[in-house]
């Protein structure tokens, strides 16, 4: 199984600012997906980052809000920007492993936003 | 689309008591089913996976579930829970590509063990 760290684990932000949360995986892997859970609510996907490529956003996420970079094949960012209290969720990273088709999570990110 | 519903938003048990988390969902599409939980202030674990072959699977912790294709269920059971069981569990699917296609999560179900 794959192994994911995420940077940074929690932040305080006021609002107005813009934070980026690093995603680190252990090995190669094509597919790493940006999940959203806002408190005490189900994970929501925000966008799948393919290495090479343009992220790919659901409904209701924009890439201006959202920024994804996919620079190498173990490495994401997801930004957060201009940010609103209602941006205060849990983001987590996650990869996708195609041989037991199966994704893992990193740890999260707890953001608070003043 | 697919969609998934957990039927328990709550379910508060007694320590060494047999406990049932529901399961529904909803797609046009063959889909394989997840379960993964979440202790608290702690990021997502995979309990079980339904891909295909047979409907029972067993999965860590003491956990299974079975995959009923006429009732599109999902149903996670466990016969005798522990108070380290209390977290939060998630019913997901995706379409049959598995690590490469995204994962649709139900509302959760926070699984409470009393002593």
């Known amino acids: 199984s794959a192994v994911i760290s995420q940077k940074p684990s929690r932040d305080i932000c006021q609002r107005g600012t813009s934070l980026t949360i690093q995603c680190q995986v252990d090995?190669?892997?094509?597919?790493m997906f940006w999940y959203r859970q806002q408190p005490g609510q189900s994970l929501t996907l925000i966008a799948t980052?393919?290495?090479?490529?343009?992220?790919?956003?659901e409904s209701g996420f924009v890439i201006d809000k959202f920024p994804i970079s996919r620079p190498n094949l173990t490495f994401s960012t997801l930004t957060v920007s201009n940010m609103s209290p209602e941006d205060s969720s849990i983001y987590l990273c996650s990869v996708g492993q195609l041989l037991n088709n199966e994704q893992f999570f990193g740890p999260g990110t707890r953001l608070t936003v003043l | 689309a697919q969609s998934v519903t957990q039927l328990d938003s709550q379910v508060p048990v007694f320590e060494e008591a047999p406990v049932e988390l529901r399961c529904n969902y909803s797609s046009s599409v063959s889909v394989y089913l997840f379960w993964y939980v979440q202790y608290p202030n702690q990021g997502l674990q995979l309990l079980l996976k339904?891909?295909?072959?047979?409907?029972l699977v067993k999965g860590i912790n003491g956990f299974e579930a079975e995959f009923n294709k006429s009732q599109t269920s999902f149903h996670l059971r466990k016969p005798s829970v522990h108070i380290s069981d209390t977290a939060e569990y998630f019913c997901a699917v995706s379409g049959t590509q598995g690590g490469s296609e995204k994962l649709v999560f139900g509302k959760g179900t926070k699984l409470t063990v009393n002593p």
């Open positions: 980052a393919n290495q090479g490529s343009e992220a790919t956003y």
């Open positions: 090995s190669q892997v094509t597919m």
């Open positions: 339904y891909l295909s072959g047979s409907t």
